[in-house]
C-alpha cells in the first residue's frame, strides 16, 4: 500500500477499503504520510465523501491508531461533544456537573478549528493549568476531580491529532466524514460507557441546514454505537452565541459565572439538558427529565462549582480560582463597546463572522503554529430580539491594540442585523437523535 494509491481512489469517487483506511491511519500515526497527503485526502473526502462502511472503518482506524484507555472506577465514564460554534463552552459547565451527579468524564478535547473557539484553548487562559496531562496523571486527576478536560496525548488517536491540524488550514473542516472521524476517534480511544453529542445548526456552525445537520448526527450515533458506545445526539440552535461572549479567557469566566450561579440563560439551559440525555442514558436518572434535574441541582448546590475548582487545581492552575475568576484570568488592554448601527431589533447575528472576529483578534489561529491571545473577544452580547436604540451596546470587544478594536466593532457591526420588528427567535433544542 502507498499513500498515493489510496488518495487516488477516494479523489475518484471511490472508498479505500478497511485495510487501506488503516495503513492510511497508522501512517498519520508515524509519520509515513506526509502532511502534503494528508491534506489531499482530506480535500478528497471533502470533496466526494466515504461510504458509510468507510466511514465506519477510519474512524476505528484512527482510534487504534493509537492507546485505547480503559477504566476502573465507581460510576460510568461519560462524556459530551460539540459540533463546533461561538460562544459554546458547555464542556467547562457540564464536565464538573456530571462530576457531581456520579459519573467520571475524561474529556478529551481539541483547540479551535475555523471560526470556532477550541476548549482546550479556553482551559489554558487559566493561568498555570496545563492540558497536555500524560496517562498517570489524567488518570489521577480523573479519580480525584471527577473529570478533566485535557488534550489528546501522543499516543492517544494520534492519527486524527495530525490531521485536525491539517483540517483547519486547508479548508477541510466541514466534510462529514472527517468531523466524525475526527470527534468519535478521540471518545471511543477514551474507553467511554456513554455519549452525548451536540450537533450545532445556524449561522455560527458548521451544518447551516437541518438536512446538514441529522446527516451528521445519524451518523454520528450511528458509528459510535455500531463501536459499542451508547450514544445519543441533540441537534442545537447556533443562529446566536451561546454564552454571551466569545474568547477564551471570557468563555471560561462565562461558565465560572454559570457555575457560580451568577448566570443563567442559553448555556445552562443547552448544558443541563445533555447532561439529562447523558445520564439517563447511563442509569443514573430514571429518563431525561430527572436527568436534567440532577444537573441542574448540582449548579445550584455549589457542588458543580466545588468540582471544576478541584479539576482545575489538580490541572496546576490556582487553588482558589472558582472563588474568583476575574483574579486571575488575563485582561485586555483595550475594552470598547459596540453600539448599534440603528434603531430596532437584534434581527440576526452571522455568527461564522463574529468567530473571526476573535480569530482576527488574536484568539483564535490562522495557522497552526499562531500563539493565541487568552484575553481578546467579545463580551457581553446581546441576544437575538433585543430591543435597542442608536448607539447602545451590542456588546463590547476585548483587544489588545486600539486598532484592532477599530476594526472589530465595526466588523460586529456588519455581522448584526437589525430589524424594525422583533423576529422570531429560533428555539434553543431543534431535535434529539438516538
Not at 133 to 151: K, P, T, W
Amino acid at each position: 500500500m502507498d499513500a498515493r494509491s489510496i488518495i487516488a481512489r477516494l479523489r475518484d469517487g471511490g472508498t479505500p477499503p478497511r485495510e487501506e483506511l488503516q495503513w492510511f491511519a497508522a501512517g498519520l500515526a508515524d509519520g509515513r504520510v506526509s502532511d502534503a497527503q494528508a491534506g489531499a485526502f482530506a480535500m478528497a473526502a471533502l470533496l466526494n465523501g466515504l461510504s458509510d462502511e468507510g466511514r465506519v472503518a477510519l474512524t476505528l482506524a484512527m482510534r487504534d491508531s493509537g492507546r485505547v484507555l480503559s477504566w476502573d472506577l465507581p460510576g460510568p465514564v461519560l462524556d459530551k461533544h460539540s459540533t463546533g460554534g461561538v460562544g459554546d463552552c458547555v464542556s467547562l459547565v457540564l464536565a464538573p456537573a456530571l462530576a457531581a451527579c456520579g459519573a467520571y468524564v475524561p474529556m478529551i478535547s481539541g483547540r479551535g478549528l475555523g471560526h470556532t473557539g477550541g476548549t482546550l484553548d479556553k482551559m489554558e487562559a487559566v493561568p498555570g493549568l496545563v492540558t497536555g496531562l500524560d496517562e498517570a496523571r489524567f488518570r489521577d486527576v480523573v479519580g480525584r476531580a471527577g473529570c478533566a478536560i485535557v488534550s489528546a496525548t501522543a499516543d492517544i488517536a494520534p492519527a486524527d491529532k495530525r490531521l485536525y491540524a491539517i483540517r483547519d488550514v486547508t479548508s477541510t473542516v466541514e466534510s462529514l466524514d472527517l468531523i466524525t472521524a475526527s470527534i468519535l476517534s478521540k471518545k471511543l480511544a477514551a474507553g467511554l460507557d456513554g455519549l452525548v453529542l451536540d450537533v450545532k445548526i445556524g449561522s455560527g456552525a458548521f451544518m447551516k441546514t437541518m438536512h446538514e445537520a441529522k446527516t451528521l448526527a445519524e451518523a454520528l450515533v450511528t458509528t459510535a454505537n455500531e463501536s459499542g458506545c451508547r450514544t445519543a445526539a441533540v441537534i442545537s440552535d447556533m443562529n446566536q452565541p451561546l454564552a454571551p461572549a466569545l474568547g477564551n479567557a471570557l468563555e471560561v469566566q462565562a461558565s465560572c459565572d454559570v457555575l457560580t450561579g451568577q448566570a443563567e440563560g442559553a448555556l445552562l439551559e443547552l448544558s443541563a439538558m445533555l447532561g439529562g440525555v447523558v445520564l439517563a442514558g447511563a442509569g443514573l436518572a430514571e429518563d431525561v427529565a430527572a436527568g436534567t434535574g440532577l444537573v441542574l441541582d448540582a449548579i445550584a448546590s455549589g457542588r458543580a462549582a466545588e468540582q471544576f475548582g478541584k479539576m482545575v487545581a489538580a490541572m496546576g492552575g490556582p487553588v482558589h480560582f472558582i472563588d474568583n475568576p476575574g483574579r486571575f484570568l488575563p485582561e485586555a488592554t483595550v475594552i470598547r463597546e459596540i453600539p448599534a448601527p440603528y434603531d430596532g431589533y437584534v434581527a440576526a447575528m452571522d455568527g461564522h463572522a463574529l468567530g473571526l472576529v476573535v480569530v482576527e483578534l488574536g484568539g483564535g489561529r490562522k495557522v497552526e503554529t499562531d500563539q493565541i491571545d487568552h484575553a481578546v473577544g467579545l463580551s457581553d452580547m446581546v441576544p437575538l430580539g433585543t430591543r435597542l436604540s442608536k448607539g447602545q451596546p451590542v456588546g463590547r470587544v476585548h483587544a489588545a491594540r486600539m486598532e484592532s478594536a477599530t476594526a472589530a466593532v465595526r466588523a460586529v457591526q456588519a455581522a448584526i442585523t437589525m430589524s424594525e420588528h422583533a423576529p422570531e427567535v429560533p428555539p434553543l433544542l431543534r431535535e434529539g437523535i438516538g
